[in-house]
């Protein structure tokens, strides 16, 4: 079994080469490095890179923490002093994960959370500095998050401060739930944390309001492996039935900020799970608003591609999908695939929102159909022959706008899909399930495996 070390004792064994020795930095590192391997010591636990201080040969990450509970310890404590030692923790976060976990140990988080909730009144570049310092320990570190965390966030966040704090504190939280479930089930049981969280929707800066959206859609993650069933759903129930119409009526006010437009839109689409939630977007204007964005941004690639995505999940409502064609999404579409059928990102989720649209619907099928976007599907799927995602899309929008629409078939074949569709089952195998039903409701020659056959030993005759 090999042997292992603490951080402590390497540092230290730095920390002599250079005081005792004059060793240069990267010479005590390197001498450091070679007696511990010499005697057979596993370093893969150890943090290498530790900037140190080159007169006293301690790490400055353990100085800046010490120096900084030192500093709360004294009632006159320099706040310019205060900020250059957070500063110098910031920096060092940056670097690594590893970094952010030491931080972590040392006590970093947990003095920074200590400062937060005490009752003195904090300086308002220490309280920017001291929320920065906490977003960079927790950044892919979620572990560190507690109740008591979530508790000093919303009491500042209660006394609705600047844009910048604000800012920090809604990214403070944001971090927070990333690979985390149970700190996003904290925060949504925590009573207090919608009414806090709302009023933000009201705020006039556009910083503000993607933070607060963006903390919506993370609160609906359903990314940790750690835990088979998550809350996303009910989490997406109860922030929709709580703001998803004022979300919704947001998109008016930020009618020309395609940067803030496109992070509502996404949030709205997130939230819109249920099949009511979806009528809830377009009473509150949303389906008018997102065809007049594709019309007044059609070179804006996270418009129209938040555009397809919002209306691909308003589609999940029947009585909705038949008004989004109403409505002239049809051309919409078929222009604006047209015009960034290069685009593989786009392109992906242009298809899914046609066959979304086209599912167990003839006369959207037809509207789209009337737009020549047969073409249009068929030329994205020809440009795009390695991506199996576009291919599987463009073989769904095909088979949904041709299954109840027979007609179609002769204009479809005639425009060159069935090989399209045959090259993309030799390319993809995985997805030969759904090219093979699109070649199948083409009426083109199709193979399809006989996946089980009963077996009997027993024969029965029939005379």
């Not at 109403?326 to 392109?347: I, M, V, Y």
């Not at 090989?419 to 030969?432: E, G, K, M, R």
């Amino acid at each position: 079994m090999a042997k292992v070390i603490t951080q402590e004792t390497f540092d230290d064994v730095v920390k002599e080469n250079i005081v005792e020795f004059s060793m240069s930095i990267e010479e005590a590192r390197e001498e450091t490095i070679k007696q511990f391997e010499a005697q057979g010591i596993h370093l893969g636990n150890i943090i290498k890179d530790l900037n140190v201080n080159p007169s006293t040969g301690v790490p400055l990450l353990n100085e800046s923490v010490d120096e900084l509970k030192r500093l709360a310890e004294t009632n006159d404590a320099d706040p310019q002093k205060i900020c250059q030692h957070l500063a110098v923790i910031v920096e060092e976060c940056k670097q690594s994960v590893p970094h952010r976990v030491l931080a972590a140990k040392l006590g970093a988080y947990e003095h920074i959370v200590k400062r937060l909730n005490s009752e003195e009144k904090l300086d308002e570049e220490v309280l920017l500095k001291l929320l920065t310092a906490a977003n960079a320990i927790i950044n892919k570190q979620p572990d560190v998050f507690c109740h008591e965390s979530l508790a000093v966030a919303l009491k500042h966040l209660k006394t609705a401060p600047d844009a910048k704090i604000a800012c920090e504190l809604l990214k403070w939280l944001q971090k927070a739930c990333i690979l985390h479930e149970m700190n996003r089930q904290t925060i949504m049981e925590e009573n207090l944390t919608i009414p806090t969280l709302k009023p933000f929707l009201g705020r006039n800066e556009p910083e503000v309001i993607r933070n607060t959206s963006a903390l919506f859609r993370y609160l609906i993650l359903d990314d940790d492996i750690r835990v088979e069933f998550g809350k996303a759903h009910e989490h997406a129930r109860q922030l929709a039935a709580e703001a998803l119409t004022e979300i919704t009526q947001l998109l008016t006010k930020f009618k020309s900020d395609p940067d803030t437009l496109s992070d509502l839109m996404l949030t709205i689409a997130s939230l819109t799970v249920r099949n009511e939630l979806c009528q809830t977007v377009e009473e509150a204007g949303g389906l008018k608003f997102i065809l007049d964005a594709m019309v007044e941004f059609p070179e804006s690639m996270k418009i129209i591609r938040e555009a397809c995505k919002l209306l691909k999940a308003l589609a999940g409502n029947d009585t909705v999908k038949q008004h989004i064609v109403q409505c002239g999404a049809a051309p919409l579409l078929e222009s604006a695939l047209n015009r960034h059928k290069d685009n593989e990102t786009f392109a992906r989720h242009a298809l899914a929102c046609i066959s979304t649209l086209a599912l167990r619907d003839p006369a959207n099928s037809r509207a789209l159909f009337e737009t020549g976007i047969s073409e249009t599907i068929i030329q994205t799927m020809k440009i795009h022959p390695t991506s199996k995602i576009i291919q599987r899309n463009g073989a769904w929008a095909v088979r949904n706008m041709v299954s109840r629409s027979r007609d179609q078939c002769d204009t479809f074949v005639a425009q060159g899909i069935e090989d399209v569709l045959n090259q993309a089952l030799t390319d993809h195998p995985s997805i030969a399930h759904d090219v093979k039903s699109a070649l199948r409701d083409l009426g083109c020659k199709v193979h399809l495996n006989e996946e089980w056959k009963a077996t009997s030993e027993i024969q029965i005759k029939n005379d």
